[in-house]
């Protein structure tokens, strides 16, 4: 059974930074694209970043680009995500998602919640 | 980058109609589409890949049509347990980009 499980989420003040962490079992981790997506309180979903299987390949969307770092560690199946110079509107639910493009499997999500 | 822009922002319906989304892509993205449904609470469902192929499980009430700029999500008996909010997603090229969401709701 597939499992990606988040963690790492909370309540961190505007400029601070926050490491998020995805554990993933039940499939080939070191085969499979992973993803970050963020959904805001009672908004829609926001592709953030993905990761090719070896690490070689990262994509971001703009409003992270230059805070934000997506790696991963494949000897420990793990997915992360630095956060980095946190602002008010990065406060969303954070889920990881296994694949490129469309995503079959997700986690359940981590809130991180940027507020003085 | 190309933005999806669905439509309608939400809709009610009853029991057994048959419901209708739309999703545009501001360039072509062949049929590099997928829909989603996401519940309350819940994390988003895959029902459509290759805007027109059936995730295994989805019920075949569901289906999607469409290429290259026009998308269809369409609900042919729309069932109490559909109420949700349905997302379109480009998948052709980074940045992959959502639409906007439609919330279903019966009447």
């Known amino acids: 059974e597939v499992q990606l499980v988040e963690s790492g989420g909370g309540l961190v003040q505007p400029g601070g930074s926050l490491r998020l962490s995805c554990a993933a079992s039940g499939f080939t981790f070191t085969s499979s694209w992973m993803t970050w997506v963020r959904q805001a309180p009672g908004k829609g979903l926001e592709w953030v970043a993905n990761i090719k299987q070896d690490g070689n390949e990262k994509y971001y969307v703009d409003s992270v680009k230059g805070r934000f770092t997506i790696s991963r560690d494949n000897a420990k199946n793990s997915l992360y995500l630095q956060m980095n110079s946190l602002r008010a509107e990065d406060t969303a639910v954070y889920f990881c998602?296994?694949?490129?493009?469309?995503?079959?499997?997700w986690g359940q999500g981590t809130l991180v919640t940027v507020s003085s | 980058d190309i933005q999806m822009t669905q439509s309608p922002s939400s809709l009610s319906a009853s029991v057994g109609d048959r419901v209708t989304i739309t999703c545009r892509a501001s360039?072509?993205?062949?049929?590099?589409l997928a829909w989603y449904q996401q519940k309350p609470g819940k994390v988003p469902k895959l029902l459509i890949y290759a805007a027109s192929t059936l995730q295994s499980g989805v019920p075949s009430r569901f289906s999607g049509s469409g290429s290259g700029t026009d998308f269809t999500l369409t609900i042919s008996s729309l069932q109490p347990e559909d109420v949700a909010t349905y997302y379109c997603?480009?998948?052709?090229?980074?940045?992959?980009?959502f639409g906007g969401g439609t919330k279903v709701e019966i009447k």
């Open positions: 998602a296994r694949g490129n493009g469309f995503n079959i499997y």
């Open positions: 360039q072509g993205i062949s049929n590099y």
């Open positions: 997603q480009k998948y052709n090229s980074a940045p992959v980009t």
